[in-house]
């Protein structure tokens, strides 16, 4: 057993090309053991890649990584023991029943017997399947299915669990069970859980969040860390004058806005005091205005000048398929 690292996952300017593509450029940094770590970015930003190779999937272009004490670059079986993986895309056996699937990796893994059916228990009744253990794959819903994965991620008893954008396809309701058992993973059995997602409102639920975009991580800290970039309140307005709008916030108040989707956003440090100046001395007219604090989508638009994006199969994505499936 390796010593016992001072965080559970240390990345040190981890790389990945694809030919001319880079997916993964340089990144580094650690998690905590114990936390909830987010990275959250728009589709093709690099998250998928780099958990593939953190879980030794993907071998590096350059720089490595310390997995529960485990070099990535070395130390290949070791990590893989030691970690439970969801993947985004379903891994589950249609034609087996629910436990079936979750002895099938059990025995994958090593683990005995006794110990696997005290675990089969823990793991199914923490996401609600142990009465619908017997039931063929096929019959279950999308959100049965998902928690099933995440039994299956933990019945080996990982230090670890990565999960990758765990709750895609989803519907709201199903999203919210799903975090209420990676909540209480944390809370119950103090594990360490990696995951990413393009979804702000799931990243609120993360200790740290590292924003990454074009495969670069652009800011990393807690939510509130990275809600305070903004700098204080977040005014949105909506006029079918926005030049002319700009102009004037530029003239009279030296606000400087950003224009998206038929709005203009300003970010005001009391935005309260700020509305009466605001009615007060803008001529051009107004359709619509709102003000709230500040969210994760702000700081992605922050950061980045645009929305976090939503698009499926981005060049990233195509290079990073095409490149697998060459032989080897």
Not at 13 to 30: C, R
Not at 91 to 102: A, I, K, R, T, V
Not at 113 to 128: A, C, H, N, P, S
């Amino acid at each position: 057993m390796a010593d016992q690292q001072e965080h559970a996952i240390t990345v040190t300017e981890l790389t990945k090309k694809f030919g001319d593509l880079t997916a993964v450029n340089g990144i580094s940094f650690s998690v905590d053991h114990g936390e909830i770590f987010g990275f959250l970015g728009p589709n093709g930003a690099g998250k998928s890649t780099t958990i593939s190779m953190l879980i030794t999937i993907e071998a590096p272009t350059a720089g490595d990584a310390i997995v529960n004490s485990y070099r990535i670059s070395s130390q290949r079986d070791e990590v893989r023991r030691s970690i439970g993986v969801v993947f985004q895309d379903p891994s589950l056996d249609d034609h087996l029943s629910g436990e079936e699937n979750l002895y099938f990796h059990a025995m994958l893994y090593g683990v005995p017997t006794k110990e696997y059916r005290e675990r089969l228990k823990q793991v199914l009744d923490l996401v609600g399947l142990w009465d619908r253990r017997k039931e063929i794959i096929k019959t279950y819903s999308g959100g049965m299915r998902r928690r099933l994965e995440i039994a299956r991620g933990l019945v080996h008893h990982p230090s670890i669990l990565f999960l990758d954008e765990p709750t895609v396809g989803l519907d709201p309701q199903t999203r919210a069970n799903i975090w209420q058992y990676v909540i209480r993973l944390k809370k119950e059995h103090a594990m360490t859980i990696f995951l990413t997602t393009h979804y702000m409102d799931e990243a609120e639920y993360c200790d740290r969040i590292a924003v990454m975009d074009h495969g670069n991580i652009i800011a990393q800290g807690t939510p509130n860390e990275l809600k305070s970039m903004i700098g204080g309140d977040v005014i949105t307005i909506h006029t079918a004058q926005k030049d002319a709008l700009a102009a004037e916030l530029k003239e009279k108040f030296d606000v400087t806005s950003q224009q998206e989707d038929g709005t203009l956003t300003i970010k005001i440090k009391d935005g309260g005091s700020f509305m009466p100046k605001l009615f007060n001395s803008i001529a051009t007219p107004i359709d619509h205005i709102e003000l709230r604090r500040p969210t994760l989508d702000d700081v992605f638009l922050h950061l980045t000048g645009t929305r976090i994006r939503e698009e499926q199969g981005s060049a990233t994505d195509m290079m990073r398929m095409r490149h697998m499936r060459q032989p080897r």
